[in-house]
């Protein structure tokens, strides 16, 4: 079974529409609709149903402004990108996704739980 992306959102905003104000100083939560490839109209995949996911994406700049827990900045899943780029960005999202290939939709998801959080996580 092969995850696909349905739809990537910053604050409701999507993804292709979203920049920064400032493309080297950014930290924000990218939220991710993955679900199994159901069918395919060209290079688009389908998903009928999908999970929420979200990550961390930040530049350095951007991590330097978050409250820190004494030294440590941010923890966890996260991308660091020297200077926001949203091709570069779309394209290492769908890389990984793509890379969580599996046998069955949870084993799928078991794989993409190590580079984004799920929404049934605590």
């Known amino acids: 079974m092969r995850p696909v992306i349905a739809n990537m959102a910053v604050d409701q905003m999507d993804l292709r529409r979203w920049t920064p104000e400032d493309p080297e100083v950014f930290s924000v939560f990218i939220q991710l609709y993955l679900g199994p490839k159901t069918w395919s109209s060209g290079p688009h995949a389908r998903a009928k149903r ?60 078991d794989l993409l739980r190590r580079h984004f959080n799920w929404e049934f996580e605590r």
């Open 50 to 109: 999908t999970d929420l996911f979200t990550i961390r994406v930040a530049s350095p700049g951007g991590l330097e402004q978050l409250d820190a827990e004494g030294e440590i900045l941010a923890w966890g899943r996260i991308i660091v990108m020297r200077r926001y780029d949203r091709d570069d960005l779309i394209h290492a999202l769908e890389r990984i996704v793509a890379s969580c290939e599996a046998e069955s939709w949870s084993g799928c998801v």
